[in-house]
């Protein structure tokens, strides 16, 4: 059934599977088309990924693909491996991006897991036999500037982390120097009771 609504026909008939199958079939001749180069596909690519965010969400992530290709070099043709890694990777996500995380917490916590991948991966391949002494020294140089990359990140992290965290209120201050002004004068009177008055 076609509707007219301003004046734009409009497809109201349920779709089918026929034509869901059709639909992704279509698409993905233009993301290949796309990736190939082919200008003429332009707009309608770009009409795809106004209309599906998630088209580019994860190919746009060049981070995700760098922890895609160094999970698939550490773990070769390993499928346990790579699929433990990226559970791994996924957990230690969890762990470190609180629930009200801003933005660039989050982006901080990517950087966080991805050196930590880096520096493990590098921490694996110096327990294996390097074969020459110059490999050895390269590999040490490798690992100690992945172990520099990912201790500026998790400081970096704790610095933002401390400095977006709120400042108390003036009345959780005055709140506070009560509560502690009333101890301490609880504290002189026991102190006051203790000690003997003289004649």
């Not at 869901?20 to 993905?28: R, Y």
Request: hydrophobic residues 40%; aromatic residues 4%.
């Amino acid at each position: 059934m076609t509707e007219v609504h301003g004046g734009v026909p409009v497809d109201r008939r349920p779709q089918t599977e026929a034509d869901n199958q059709h639909g992704q079939e279509a698409l993905t001749r233009l993301l290949q088309r796309a990736e190939q180069g082919d200008r003429d596909v332009l707009p309608e690519l770009r009409q795809a990924l106004d209309g599906d965010p998630n088209l580019w969400r994860d190919y746009g992530d060049l981070a995700l693909q760098a922890e895609a290709a160094l999970i698939k070099l550490a773990a070769g043709t390993n499928l346990l491996l790579a699929e433990s890694l990226q559970r791994k990777l996924h957990a230690m996500k969890q762990e470190l991006a609180i629930e009200s995380a801003s933005p660039l917490e989050r982006l901080l916590v990517e950087r966080v897991t991805a050196t930590w991948l880096q520096l493990s991966y590098f921490d694996a391949l110096m327990t294996q036999p390097t074969g020459s002494e110059a490999r050895t020294r390269m590999l040490l140089r490798q690992q100690d500037a992945a172990n520099r990359r990912y201790l500026a990140a998790v400081k970096t992290l704790a610095t933002v982390r401390k400095l977006l965290k709120p400042s108390p209120s003036p009345v959780q201050i005055a709140s506070r120097l009560d509560r502690s002004g009333q101890r301490s004068r609880c504290d002189r009177m026991a102190i006051a009771g203790t000690v003997p008055v003289g004649n």
